[in-house]
């Protein structure tokens, strides 16, 4: 459990890892990363979720849901402004 831990903190400054890791967000729940490819260049490309998984793992059902949203363009921008 640490190992899965400590790797999904890593996992931007690994060989396997595909993006630049100035691009990349830890949140950790309920995905891994957010990353938003190309944004440190000043030319965003995509806004990538990256699951860390390692062995036989699969996905869990609130990681399905959150994949089936972003796969069927249920993703949406919100601006909240909180007046003081």
């Not at 957010?34 to 059902?61: A, M, N």
Request: charged letters at 35%; aromatic letters at 8%.
């Amino acid at each position: 459990m640490i190992t899965g831990k400590v790797t999904e903190h890593l996992i931007p400054y690994l060989p396997e890892f595909r993006y630049n890791p100035k691009d990349a967000c830890f949140i950790g729940s309920p995905v891994d990363l957010i990353v938003f490819d190309g944004l440190d260049e000043g030319d965003l490309r995509k806004i990538v979720f990256v699951e860390v998984k390692s062995g036989k793992s699969t996905l869990s059902k609130r990681e399905r849901l959150i994949r089936d949203a972003v796969e069927q363009g249920r993703v949406e921008w919100v601006v909240l402004r909180v007046e003081r």
